[in-house]
């Protein structure tokens, strides 16, 4: 089993932490700024992972972390672009950068009747 690490922890840098020896072969890693897009205060955590995470494994870490559901949260870029969470956190990383935001769905659109 793996999991992330906050950044807000005893920990200088949060980490997935899994084990295996493949695992240990495996250095390359990436790492995201995630800020809370729907707080006015704008909170953030760092989080580090191997390029081969899937980066849904990224969202839904981010927000347990922020206390949001999951399953209707989305993770978009500083400019507002929507990110498939079915990709590898690597692929995410060179596509987007490391600067995201995770934005609860329902805070996305008009108001529902």
Do not use: C, N, Y
Request: no cysteine; net charge negative; charged share 20%.
């Amino acid at each position: 089993a793996a999991r992330v690490v906050d950044s807000d922890s005893d920990s200088a840098q949060p980490t997935w932490h899994s084990h295996g020896a493949a695992d240990e072969m495996a250095a390359a890693s990436v790492q995201f700024k995630i800020t809370l897009a729907s707080d006015p205060s704008l909170p953030f955590r760092i989080v580090k992972v191997p390029e081969e995470a899937p980066f849904v494994a990224v969202l839904k870490f981010a927000a347990e972390e922020f206390r949001v559901p999951s399953a209707t949260s989305a993770i978009i870029t500083e400019s507002g672009v929507g990110i498939t969470p079915t990709q590898t956190a690597g692929s995410v990383f060179a596509k987007h950068g490391s600067d995201l935001r995770l934005i609860p769905r329902d805070r996305v659109g008009g108001a529902r009747a």
